[in-house]
Each structure stands twice: as structure tokens, then as C-alpha cells.
T-cell receptor, first 115, second 113 residues
């Protein structure tokens, strides 16, 4: 199993540009999450999904959009990038049945800089 | 609401020293408690967990005991190594719903040879 994969690893955007951060998992997990981690800070939840076709906002959803058309993929879309979105973005997944209950599995992260 | 409070870092230790990282929580209900570790340049990974009061989680020489009476889940290790240098996150999850965890802010550990 590859686990949770994220692309790209690094990206520099100009203010106003848009991009999609890709996240995929091959563990057949129902739940998927997007977090951002600012320097010296903990994790803030952006969006989450409890299954294909179902998404919901987290703590800091403004400026972002998500979709979940398959169990495996959970892309995060940034529209009109702003310097405040400079951060490291982590995708995570969690099984509904089986595996270690309640444990989240994290991807390696995407480091995004908006200039 | 739910919250997790961790001691501020960085915690700087010499190799083979004893480690304690404090974690306390507030929660409505009966949470499961977790410690995650983040090595430089990587994502978080589960270090250990406990799902009910008085449970002890352990892994790689680290231990933490779920103390309901003091609402705490302190992380300990008897003898740290340079390779333990990382950021440690305490977290809680309540059963039901979407299982959204609440994370602490993280504590950086630096171990010198």
C-alpha cells in the first residue's frame, strides 16, 4: 500500500492564481480530511468528507473548495490564492471499519507559498 | 467545546535524558486520546493511543496513561535518543459523527548528542 499520497510536494503561486492540491489513498478509507499547518502552530481543519459525494466545512474553509467523486481521491482547490494561504497542507484519511479505530493516516504534505 | 493543551516547546534534552511532555484536555463525553509524531519534512504518524480511562498506550519506548481524574495524557520516555527529535502532537477524538480530532499545538523536542 502506498497509503496517503499528495502532489505536488512544493509549489509557489502568485497572488490571484488558482491550483488544485491532489490527495489519494489506497486503503479504502471512508473518511478523508484536509488540514493546514502554519509555522509553529497546530493543525487547522479545512474540509472533510465522510464518503464519496459527501463533504463538509471544517474550521477554516474560506478560500478553498473540495470534491469527493471517488473513495480514493479528495482534491483541494484554491481559488484566487492569497499570501494568507501560505502554509503546509496535509491530507489524512481514516477507516470506518477495520484498521486501528480512530487513527488518522497522514500524507507527506504540500508546502505552498503564495507571493 | 473540546480542547487540548500541550506544554510549549521547544523541549531541549541531552541524549539518554528522561522526557515528559504534558498534555491536558477538556471534552464533552469520553474521548480516545492520541499522541502523533511529526519528523522533519514529514506528515504526522500515530505514536500511541488509549481509548478509555487508565489505559496505557506505548510504542518505541514512549508511554502515556489516560488519566480521567486529572484529564491528562502525558507523554514519557525513559531515555531519549537524537532520532526522537520531532514535533509531538496530543489529540483527542470523540466517538460518533465524523470523528474529527482536536489537536494540540504541538511540542518540539530537540535531543542533543
Amino acid at each position: 500500500n502506498a497509503g496517503v499520497t499528495q502532489t505536488p510536494k512544493f509549489r509557489i503561486l502568485k497572488i490571484g492564481q488558482s491550483m488544485t492540491l491532489q490527495c489519494a489513498q489506497d486503503m479504502n478509507h471512508n473518511y478523508m480530511y484536509w488540514y493546514r499547518q502554519d509555522p509553529g502552530m497546530g493543525l487547522k481543519l479545512i474540509y472533510y468528507s465522510v464518503g464519496a459525494g459527501i463533504t463538509d466545512k471544517g474550521e477554516v474553509p474560506n478560500g478553498y473548495n473540495v470534491s469527493r467523486s471517488t473513495t480514493e481521491d479528495f482534491p483541494l482547490r484554491l481559488e484566487l490564492a492569497a499570501p494568507s494561504q501560505t502554509s503546509v497542507y496535509f491530507c489524512a484519511s481514516r477507516p470506518f471499519f477495520g484498521g486501528t479505530p480512530d487513527t488518522q493516516y497522514f500524507g507527506p504534505g504540500t508546502r505552498l507559498t503564495v507571493l | 467545546g473540546n480542547s487540548v493543551t500541550q506544554m510549549e516547546g521547544p523541549v531541549t534534552l541531552s541524549e539518554e535524558a528522561f522526557l515528559t511532555i504534558n498534555c491536558t484536555y477538556t471534552a464533552t463525553g469520553y474521548p480516545s486520546l492520541f499522541w502523533y509524531v511529526q519528523y522533519p519534512g514529514e506528515g504526522l504518524q500515530l505514536l500511541l493511543k488509549a481509548t478509555k480511562a487508565d489505559d496505557k498506550g506505548s510504542n518505541k519506548g514512549f508511554e502515556a496513561t489516560y488519566r480521567k481524574e486529572t484529564t491528562s495524557f502525558h507523554l514519557e520516555k525513559g531515555s531519549v535518543q537524537v532520532s526522537d527529535s520531532a514535533v509531538y502532537f496530543c489529540a483527542l477524538t470523540l466517538s460518533g459523527g465524523s470523528y474529527i480530532p482536536t489537536f494540540g499545538r504541538g511540542t518540539s523536542l530537540i535531543v542533543h548528542p
